[in-house]
């Protein structure tokens, strides 16, 4: 998950300890932040849980402490991995630990790309008996994310999502809004380009990678088409609305010719620094660019930079692919209670509000958005709730490895050859070739 910036306000407001929700104020606690109750452990026992590195100002170490020093029953080891630069380790860790069926780790946090693969290995503890009432305090997209098979496996933690980046400025100086459709979007990144005001209209991330499937899943949402079927069990990428979608990237390329060709070589970082360096009018991105756009010292751009949801097709609505790591409880703990004990708060808004505040990290909780200390040291991550509500999430599939390099593969080649239907009709069979076994 991409952090959105690190608060330079350590020990100004941190988070005060929660002793609510030990002990005898457990049942109160949790009753007044909407969680469920459920029997708590007799005596201490010890958890384990392991998540992939990220800190701010703080530590997720840090946080695992202040539970540790709350309550005299449970004790929570902290298993450190490498941060999600390095997914692939983080995912090969879990997966050796997870198939192990010891109950070790207890608890752990999860891509949400992987939700799928864990609970379809047996892996995954189904959480609807312990958080099942509680889904509607958390945005729509990752609870989607978080349930596989009609069962939820998973619970939101963090979450990030693709949006638009524009120029304020240059929108001001040609009389234009903030598109909402593509179409808008088109408009005006050819006029600001016919005016000379801007190199490029507008930038994505075309590379034969992960972030491709990621800006497809957005274009393909915003016109109500997928890679798959809502069951994941067929797919769908050869589909009209598909094409259609599809057909779009390629033409801001070769008709519109708002966006360059070397995005179909761009990962994220290269798409952003065009943008940072004042040549381009739009760019698709995550989360963090924008403490980079802000930067005087790396940024020409400084001021001049606003965000908004993903642009739509005509019937369709905004639609950034989601992000973020989630929580999951061991299916084979041996420690069931004092595991979802911990997991109920972590999963607090108050202890959400200290991940944000303190490591950057966005809530998965629309309530916490609102938090009063959260829109003074972090007003940037609460104008992103908008953008968060229509975060859509990439195929569930435990075989979600294998469908996304057809996918990559497929949607690359419709780009470079402009054989969008004939490309996509052929992946789409790969595709469910994969899904179908």
């Not at 593509?182 to 006029?191: E, F, I, L, Q, Y």
């Not at 034969?208 to 949402?221: G, I, T």
């Not at 797919?235 to 060709?261: C, M, R, W």
């Not at 004990?341 to 509000?353: K, N, R």
Request: with cysteine; aromatic share 10%.
């Amino acid at each position: 998950m991409t952090k959105i910036t690190k608060t330079s306000s350590g020990g100004s407001r941190g988070i005060a300890r929660r002793q609510f929700m030990m002990g005898a104020g457990l049942a109160a606690g949790t009753a007044a932040i909407g969680m469920p109750r459920f029997a708590r452990a007799a005596d201490r026992v010890e958890i384990s849980f392991a998540s992939a590195k990220f800190q701010g100002t703080e530590t997720i170490g840090n946080v695992v402490d202040t539970f540790n020093e709350s309550q005299s029953r449970i004790f929570v080891k902290y298993i450190e991995l490498p941060p999600p630069s390095s997914s692939t380790e983080v995912h090969q860790s879990l997966v050796q630990q997870l198939a192990r069926k010891n109950g070790s780790p207890d608890v752990f946090t999860q891509d949400v790309i992987w939700i799928a693969e864990f609970a379809a290995a047996g892996w995954a503890l189904p959480l609807d008996e312990y958080f099942g009432s509680v889904k509607g305090q958390f945005f729509d997209g990752t609870i989607d994310a978080c349930t596989y098979d009609n069962k939820l496996t998973a619970l939101p933690w963090g979450i990030d999502s693709g949006m638009l980046f524009y120029r304020k400025d240059l929108l001001d100086e040609i009389g234009a809004k903030v598109p909402e459709t593509w179409a808008d979007m088109v408009a005006a990144a050819m006029k600001l380009q016919a005016d000379k005001k801007t190199k490029f209209g507008f930038l994505w991330q075309g590379k034969q990678a992960e972030v491709l499937v990621c800006d497809a899943v957005s274009v393909l949402a915003s016109n109500n088409a997928s890679i798959l079927s809502a069951d994941g069990r067929s797919a769908t990428l050869g589909s009209d609305k598909a094409v259609e979608a599809i057909q779009f990237l390629h033409d801001t390329i070769n008709k519109y010719k708002i966006s360059p060709a070397d995005v179909l070589s761009w990962d994220e970082e290269p798409s952003r620094a065009p943008f940072t360096g004042g040549e381009a009018a739009f760019l698709r991105n995550w989360s963090y660019v924008y403490v980079l756009a802000q930067d005087e010292k790396a940024s020409k751009v400084a001021g001049k930079v606003g965000v908004a949801p993903l642009p739509h097709f005509p019937g369709g609505k905004s639609a950034g692919c989601l992000g973020g790591y989630q929580y999951g409880i061991n299916a084979n703990t041996k420690q069931r209670e004092a595991a979802v004990e911990f997991l109920t708060w972590m999963a607090s808004p108050e202890t959400q509000l200290r991940f944000a505040l303190k490591m950057g990290i966005a809530p998965t909780r629309p309530a916490v958005f609102d938090d009063a200390t959260l829109g003074k040291e972090q007003p940037f991550m609460q104008s992103l709730k908008p953008v968060f509500t229509g975060a859509t999430p990439r195929p569930k599939t435990p075989k979600y490895p294998q469908v996304s390099l057809a996918a990559q593969s497929g949607i690359s080649r419709a780009l470079v050859t402009g054989k969008v239907k004939e490309e996509l009709e052929a992946a789409s069979k790969k595709i469910d070739a994969i899904v179908s076994k």
